[in-house]
């Protein structure tokens, strides 16, 4: 446990060391909150990690990441913060019910990049895991 809370915490600091240096997003204002605050939400991702493969530089590649709320109470995202500028992250702000499905969204920019890239996310919610890093990797070629 202490590890892991270690591990959190550098986390943490890390990020917010990359984003004050590169721009980091977090998308939209609106709040909302969970209408069922008896249970805990589980943010389950099919996968944390997309890989794009090679990429022309200058293109903007996008996926979608795909998670489930696997607890028994109402799931709110309340952040999604990128490692850098050149990628954002958009969501859904709207509860997830539990054995529901939600998105998020990322747009990786090449302009400007070259070689192996790869890119971090952390969403922020009232989950019982309240902080998920997602990844993206590109290898990104001079056009």
């Given at each position: 446990?202490?590890?892991?809370?270690?591990?959190?915490?550098?986390?943490?600091?890390?990020?917010a060391v990359m984003t004050s240096s590169c721009g980091g997003n977090s998308s939209g204002?609106?709040?909302?909150?969970?209408?069922?605050?008896?249970?805990?939400?589980?943010?389950?991702?099919?996968?944390?990690?997309?890989?794009?493969?090679?990429?022309?530089?200058?293109?903007?590649?996008?996926?979608?990441?795909?998670?489930?709320?696997?607890?028994?109470?109402?799931?709110?995202?309340?952040?999604?913060?990128?490692?850098?500028?050149?990628t954002v992250p958009k969501y859904d702000r709207k509860p997830v019910p539990p054995e529901g499905t939600?998105?998020?969204?990322?747009?990786?920019?090449?302009?400007?990049?070259?070689?192996?890239?790869?890119?971090?996310?952390?969403?922020?919610?009232?989950?019982?895991?309240?902080?998920?890093?997602?990844?993206?990797?590109?290898?990104?070629?001079?056009?």
């Amino acid at each position: 446990m202490k590890n892991s809370i270690y591990i959190l915490t550098a986390a943490l600091a890390v990020m917010a060391v990359m984003t004050s240096s590169c721009g980091g997003n977090s998308s939209g204002t609106e709040r909302y909150m969970p209408s069922d605050t008896t249970g805990t939400a589980v943010m389950t991702f099919q996968s944390p990690e997309h890989n794009f493969g090679k990429v022309g530089s200058g293109e903007k590649v996008g996926c979608i990441f795909t998670f489930r709320n696997t607890g028994d109470a109402d799931l709110v995202i309340t952040s999604a913060t990128a490692s850098c500028g050149c990628t954002v992250p958009k969501y859904d702000r709207k509860p997830v019910p539990p054995e529901g499905t939600g998105t998020v969204e990322v747009i990786f920019d090449t302009s400007g990049r070259e070689g192996l890239q790869t890119k971090t996310i952390v969403i922020q919610s009232n989950a019982e895991n309240n902080l998920v890093i997602l990844r993206i990797i590109a290898e990104v070629e001079k056009n």
